[in-house]
């Protein structure tokens, strides 16, 4: 492995689907050696997640290539005694644990953090929950749709009206994000260790992470805020922060809040100069009141020329607005390629994912390498703890490894 930030970093990934192993994934490409854990035969459950209806259709695991490369791969049964043995005497060696098993599952399998750390008086524990390790509600199961999404806040406010149904989640749309939470923990608890010379252990979860996505409305409510319905689009209270249909079919948002200065741009730019002189958009109180009649009006101007057009002449001319990308937009965007936002594996140049969002000088991350398979680098890793082959070969026999 090729010198990095983080060469000669042990990380131990024993989670499952995306958020606390998505955590481990970062650590990876900056040089981490993380080890995957997963049960012998079906693996990890989040392998199978793009064969579900309704997930996009690919000959390649697209989930696994995101969350799990770089990684190497160990089937490990931790229901049992011998498989639990292996795991501590990595764990000793280690620097980082992750996992997001239910609390109680974690003391069954002797994976929780009072028996680790006293193996370990350096690890750091890296802990996610659905609902946090405290409260009525500790043991309740959680996914990202469910903790993060609805129970939040966000999958209601997010509506596109006050009448419309609940928006709504994509998969991993809070995973992602709290991955970043958790990752950020575990480098803090290291830095903390630098200085102290002890691990300790790092918790979130996804309603945390889901409550501080929606902070700025959240925060409105613990504050008793009187909330305003959401109306349709056609009825917004602001229509130069709007988004609008070109002829083609696709939308673009404009966000103008410089009005003074962009709002007779835009009017030339959307060949309706005659606006800028009509009393009741004359200013922008004006504007505001007569919302929806300039709402149609400008409806009718973006449908007269596609988005491409409109992406040219906005862009030229300096009005603040985005296309609304569809995912079949990203490989194509020049700008998230420029920024080195998606990478290729060297490996398979067919297939590519996204890199964390963050980026340090002077520190590049590594090459993704491609994910590994259920219990790919299991000799290998047994080998490094001084297993010979003979009882490897039992281990497998009995079910221990895969």
């Known amino acids: 492995m090729s010198e990095s930030l983080f060469s000669g970093l042990k990380v131990i990934d024993c989670g499952s689907y ?21 049960p012998p035969g079906s693996g990890d459950p989040y392998r199978q997640l793009p064969k579900l209806p309704g997930n996009p259709v690919s000959d390649h695991d697209y989930a696994w290539l995101l969350d799990s490369h770089s990684k190497r791969g160990l089937a490990l049964d931790l229901a049992s005694a011998e498989g639990q043995q292996v795991l501590h005497e990595l764990v000793a060696d280690a620097d980082v644990f992750v996992t997001n098993y239910p609390l109680r599952v974690r003391e069954k399998l002797r994976i929780d953090h009072a028996t680790l750390a006293a193996l370990n008086e350096r690890l750091v524990y890296g802990s996610f929950t659905g609902y946090g390790e405290t409260g009525p509600e500790v043991a309740k199961p959680g996914f990202d749709a469910t903790s993060y999404w609805a129970r939040s806040g966000m999958m209601d ?14 998969v991993g749309q809070g995973d992602h994000p709290s991955a970043m939470t958790l990752y950020a923990a575990i480098v803090t608890a290291l830095y903390q260790r630098e200085r102290t010379g002890r691990g300790t252990k790092v918790s979130s979860s ?8 929606n902070s700025y409305m959240a925060t409105a409510a613990l504050c008793g805020a009187t909330f305003i319905p959401r109306p349709p689009r056609e009825q917004l209270f602001n229509a130069l922060s709007c988004y609008y249909q070109c002829a083609d079919g696709k939308w673009l948002l404009l966000t103008i809040l410089n009005e003074e200065r962009h709002w007779p741009v835009l009017v030339r730019c959307l060949e309706r100069p005659e606006l800028a002189d009509e009393d009741a958009f004359a200013t922008k109180p004006d504007r505001l009141r007569n919302a929806r009649a300039l709402i149609a009006a400008l409806d009718e101007a973006f449908a007269r020329h596609e988005r491409e057009h409109w992406e040219r002449v906005l862009g030229e001319n300096g009005i603040v607005f985005d296309i609304v990308a569809t995912p079949e937009d990203i490989p194509h965007d020049q700008q998230i390629h420029a920024n080195r936002l998606a990478v290729r594996f060297p490996e398979d140049e067919r297939v590519s994912t996204v890199v964390a969002p963050f980026s340090i000088d002077g520190v590049d991350a590594l090459p993704p390498r491609l994910p590994p398979s259920i219990g790919q680098h299991t000799d290998e890793i047994l080998a490094e703890l001084g297993y ?8 497998r026999e009995d079910g221990t490894v895969g």
């Not at 998505?22 to 050696?33: F, H, K, Y």
């Not at 996804?206 to 996505?213: E, F, Q, T, V």
């Not at 010979?388 to 281990?395: E, K, L, Q």
């Open 18 to 38: 995306i958020a606390a192993p998505a955590s481990t994934t970062i650590m990876a490409d900056l040089g981490a050696d993380v080890i995957k854990i997963e």
């Open 157 to 170: 406010t997010v509506r596109s009206s006050a009448d419309a149904v609940p928006a709504r989640a994509v």
């Open 206 to 213: 996804l309603l945390a992470n889901g409550l501080w996505a």
């Open 388 to 395: 010979d082959t003979n009882r490897v070969a039992r281990m």
